[in-house]
């Protein structure tokens, strides 16, 4: 007989993925407003809603104990989240112990100076950072309140401190098409990846549903590579983070670069993730808005008993796939915004 404990069974879906990639909203604020992801006048959840530091511990914490090997925090913009480096450095314990594979957050830089060496110092190694275009003026239309020079020296820092940066950009049609080639470039000179999006049909961004706008900014990532292959040799490759990316090795760089194509092509099949909110609900699909409330049974009890078995359940209600459409008579496929879902 084994003197240690059994581990818990792994969270397997009904169609036989395992579940091991948990991406947490530790905040619905955010510094910026960008224009994809909210809407200028957000009103922001009321402050009892939102779990603490030491419920997102928890929280987290199940997740790990359940077989998470990968585990995001998210926002809104997670460093703007009042003491958010205590909660990182307490997540770094299972980074430490061979619990959890990778801790990482996605985030839009404007914090970095900060903290990127409080980071790596955590644990962290690997960050995603949205960066849409290396346009100053086109950069503040796109963020509304962003400015580009301090997310450049945010990069700046995260590079000396060692940690590895993935740049993301959402893919705009008439906002940033025309420079995809020179963010390409850009962070071959730098040493980062990047990853472009296709825009999703998610919240309300006009008070008219947002159909007409996402229309016009669509982009398929199908017709961005043919074009950017007309300058660059892209390669193949069976790199993965864990996430939806499908990536290409830019030979005259040596980066890779990952297209994320919830639209032209959609990725449900290798799902391997979850969503939870600051608010403890849990989202098994980005593109459905079945949900389970997390933070109930987290209160209830001061051990993590329910807490197990209300996730264990979620699982068993994943679907197979999102059904994005994106057309001018059409409102958002859910009505939250992307800052709420985390990402």
Known sequence: MSMFPASPAPLIDPFGRAITYVRVSVTDRCDFRCVYCM???MAFLPKADILSL???DRLCSAFVALGTRKLRLTGGEPLVRRNIMELIRSLGRHVSSGALDELTLTTNGSQLAKYADGLRAAGVRRINVSVDTLDADRFATITRWGRLPQ?????EAART???????NAVALKGVNDLELDDMLAWCGEKGFDLTLIEVMPLGDMDGNGGGAVREEQ?????DVRADLEKRWTLMDSTHRTGGPARYVTVRETGRRLGFITPMSHNFCESCNRVRVTCTGTMYMCLGQEDAADLRTPLRASADDALLHDAIRDAITRKPKGHDFIIGRDRGPAVGRHMSVTGG
């Open 39 to 41: 809407s200028e006048d």
């Open 54 to 56: 030491e419920e997102l």
């Open 151 to 155: 997310v450049l020296d945010g990069l």
């Open 161 to 167: 401190a060692g940690l590895e940066v993935k740049i």
């Open 218 to 222: 669509f982009l398929s990532l199908r």
